[in-house]
């Protein structure tokens, strides 16, 4: 893919938490698509009961799944939403820690199961962030 | 607890670097008292010469707290700020880095020495966030 | 190093993403030197074929380079831009994660290469960010 740099204008600020046992790719997809947010910087602080994440295999172009029914603590998280198929769509990686601090990351999945957490979404006005097919890398980029 | 989102509207943005052997903590609620920031949302990169944070136990509802003296690079950092007891409260989560680059992290705690440090501190205002007991999680939550 | 907290005036709001095979630090570095942004603060989530990156010896004054040719998810990352013998210079920390989810993080150098990456970058204006070197710690700081 080629270098692309857009000038956005801060829209919305929304701070908030999810309710315990929310997804929580799919909660703050769903929390943009109530609002029509459809591009957003994210940050998330909280802990899990169930983490679903993935390495993406930058050969092969496959994602390699990974899962663990450890509790966590969310210790690095980067996020943004964009559109895909129509939709708000949260492509977020982050790193979890356990109860000795040791750490596992990766590109977040659905099926995180939310202990607790507190989130801000920076909405992102003025540009249209849509992911589409890229050939080279097998990802869906904007 | 339930879902909660508001919506804030960006306040001061604060750049700038704690003094070495700093708490960080400390050193950041101290920073956003003086300046009347009751929410906000934080940034730190930088490196510690004491590590303290902790993991919180999610059915014993209990904090198991780490330490190290280990020099470290702080390599994820996500945090804000609300008030908990009427004073401004960091809610941090990191991940440190030690010189083989192997990483540990959990919920940031009081007594974590700064070596050096630089933060972001975007206040939120047009919001409350007031900590309070939850039962559900036994945590403080806003 | 003292303690020095500024108040910055959010400047312009990037969001883009580096071509595949681009030094990170170095096309950070380039965006925002081709827009004369000299201090931003900013975000990059991706993944990169080669990570190069160091931990700073607090006591020896000096960085100790690691690097690695797995190819790793970026899973925590801190960063922002200041300016360094006259050019934007990007200050950022990162936590990379493995095919196992494994991970490792430290100060960013340059030489990592992108697999793929989006990024934010927040221009911070009113304000000057000028490294210059602290005795001190042994740092070119702000």
Chains 1, 2, 3 share one sequence.
Do not use: K
Not at 1 to 19: D, F, I, K, S
Not at 84 to 105: I, K, M, N, S, Y
């Amino acid at each position: 893919m080629t270098e692309l740099v857009l000038e956005a204008t801060p829209g919305r600020t929304l701070v908030g938490r999810l309710a315990g046992g929310t997804d929580l790719v799919a909660g703050i997809e769903r929390i943009c698509a109530e609002r029509d947010i459809t591009a957003a910087w994210v940050g998330v602080i909280g802990a899990v009961s169930h983490a679903a994440y993935a390495y993406y295999h930058q050969t092969g172009h496959r994602y390699i799944e990974l899962a663990s029914d450890t509790h966590h603590e969310i210790v690095g998280f980067i996020g943004n939403v964009s559109l895909r198929d129509g939709r708000p769509f949260l492509h977020a990686h982050g790193t979890f820690a356990d109860e000795r601090g040791a750490c596992v990351g990766g590109h977040l999945l659905r099926g995180i199961t939310v202990f607790a957490s507190e989130f801000t979404i920076r909405e992102l006005t003025g540009v249209e962030l849509i992911r589409t097919f890229d050939e080279e890398t097998g990802l869906a980029l904007w």
